[in-house]
T-cell receptor, first 111, second 115 residues
Framework: DQQVKQNSPSLSVQEGRISILNCDYT??????FLWYKKYPAEGPTFLIS?????DKNEDGRFTVFLNKSAKHLSLHIVPSQPGDSAVYFC??????????FGKGTTLSVSS | EAGVAQSPRYKIIEKRQSVAFWCNPI?????LYWYQQILGQGPKLLIQ????????DSQLPKDRFSAERLKGVDSTLKIQPAKLEDSAVYLC?????????????FGPGTRLTVL
């Protein structure tokens, strides 16, 4: 059974608009929630994280929102740029353990 | 700071053959992970090392997969014998114990094709 679900396999957005990627999880015991970005033929790279005690974390164009009651996580990218086109993985973890990843969402930003 | 190194980058083998992958983590990182990423899926943990000890290998198919981390630095993942369903990208990652949320740095991966 999947502990982390990214229900949208793909998302297409125009340059300059907002991209919203969503993630749902099942276990309320997770300590941290992270987003990784992956380009073809490269390993995933860390993008942004949020701890379970917060509901928002912002880093430049990227903002992550955590809704613990709904067990829902979202990543907002504003404004979207063509270089943001990649696969985005939602990941969760209990401190000291390995990451549990969703299946990923492929974001395409057109100019 | 050098990143996580992996080799080879690509490998094609016949089923029932053996294969080995190598990983060199970021210098000073005590924790090393091997993940398997099947096409269309997210990475899935195979094994986690802390220095040269195994922390979690619950999802490692031990009848055919083995891994070691000699001297707590480099690591090798072996598959013997390989099956068609082992076709995947094998990712190595490392993290520092000082990281509050286990920020993991990934290597480029080894793409394995089993024919």
């Amino acid at each position: 059974d999947q502990q982390v679900k990214q229900n949208s396999p793909s998302l297409s957005v125009q340059e300059g608009r907002i991209s919203i990627l969503n993630c749902d999880y099942t276990n309320s015991m997770f300590d941290y929630f992270l987003w990784y970005k992956k380009y073809p033929a490269e390993g995933p790279t860390f993008l942004i994280s949020i701890s379970s005690i917060k509901d928002k974390n912002e880093d430049g164009r990227f903002t992550v929102f955590l809704n613990k009651s709904a067990k829902h996580l979202s990543l907002h990218i504003v404004p979207s740029q063509p270089g943001d086109s990649a696969v985005y993985f939602c990941a969760v973890l209990v401190a000291g353990t390995a990451l549990i990843f969703g299946k990923g969402t492929t974001l395409s930003v057109s100019s | 700071e050098a990143g996580v190194a992996q080799s080879p980058r690509y490998k094609i083998i016949e089923k029932r053959q053996s294969v080995a992958f190598w990983c060199n983590p970021i210098s000073g990182h005590a924790t090393l992970y091997w993940y398997q990423q099947i096409l269309g899926q997210g990475p899935k943990l195979l094994i986690q090392f802390q220095n040269n000890g195994v922390v979690d290998d619950s999802q490692l198919p031990k009848d055919r997969f083995s891994a070691e981390r000699l001297k707590g630095v480099d690591s090798t993942l072996k598959i013997q014998p390989a099956k068609l369903e082992d076709s995947a990208v094998y990712l190595c990652a490392s993290s520092s114990v000082e990281s509050s949320y286990n920020e993991q740095f990934f290597g480029p991966g080894t793409r394995l094709t089993v024919l």
